[in-house]
């Protein structure tokens, strides 16, 4: 009964709402991702940031600055993973937190010999679990150079492996893919990319990929929208798995 409902008030959202003509060409303008995409893509991308935009609450913390500008831009770069995929893949969650900087969030946790350490690191962005996206602001723009770092697509990756518990590099796969493909293409590739870092090989992908197949799958989401061609020609399999689950191929007549 729920879906039901849900699948009326998005219709009726659709029906009764839009995003500004002025503010959605200036916005969307900035990414290269949605100039690869068509007509109906680019509308498609469009309605899924009107849905966004209302199923999802977008707030500042601390002295963080919001504005129309921000919101869409965060929607945009959101949805880009969900175009084929729909906005259920986001279910579960509602808040966005914009912090004014990157943050240490001072948490706790048990480490591998029981005992409790507090985690002091520094984030530009993180994903909880059935819980909020939080975003560092300098990074949310610096998201619009396409350069390949993404903190949105970034943290909005990790909240599409999370659909299947904690975040592992291994989202839920789609009929008609085989998990055991996937699970070869990814650890090789993974292992690869660790032993490349491990000698200080030059990568034009984020070292920090190496952290975790968590982050590996989250880097490489980046690359995928952002630098497509780049992440082909280093690891072509990866690029095909991905093709598959975002069911995208930026790359579409385009390989060389």
Aim: aromatic share 12%; glycine share 6%.
């Amino acid at each position: 009964m729920f879906g039901v409902f849900r699948a009326w008030r998005r219709r009726r959202i659709l029906r009764t709402h839009t995003i500004d003509e002025a503010l959605w060409r200036r916005v969307s303008s900035r990414f290269a991702f949605v100039d690869r995409l068509d007509g109906q893509e680019r509308s498609r991308l469009r309605e899924l940031c009107l849905l966004f935009l209302h199923e999802k609450q977008i707030s500042a913390a601390g002295d963080a600055v919001l504005n129309d500008e921000i919101r869409l831009g965060i929607a945009i770069q959101a949805c880009i993973l969900i175009l084929n995929l729909g906005m259920d893949s986001y279910r579960d969650w509602v808040e966005i937190i914009v912090y004014p900087d990157e943050f240490m969030p001072r948490q706790e946790y048990r480490n591998e010999h029981g005992l409790v350490e507090t985690d002091g690191h520094v984030y530009a962005g993180q994903a909880w679990l059935r819980g909020p996206v939080i975003l560092a602001a300098p990074r949310i723009e610096m998201a619009w150079m396409s350069d390949g770092a993404n903190v949105v697509i970034h943290e909005f990756a990790h909240k599409l492996d999370m659909l299947t518990g904690d975040a592992n590099g291994f989202p839920p796969l789609h009929k008609g893919m085989d998990r055991r493909m996937w699970s070869q293409v990814f650890n090789e590739a993974y292992a690869d990319f660790c032993q490349r870092i491990s000698v200080d090989e030059p990568t034009d992908i984020d070292p920090y990929a190496s952290q975790s197949p968590a982050e590996f799958f989250a880097v490489l989401s980046e690359s995928f929208f952002e630098l497509p061609m780049m992440l082909w020609q280093s690891y072509p399999q990866v690029y095909e798995q991905f093709v598959l689950f975002f069911r995208q191929d930026p790359l579409a007549g385009n390989r060389t």
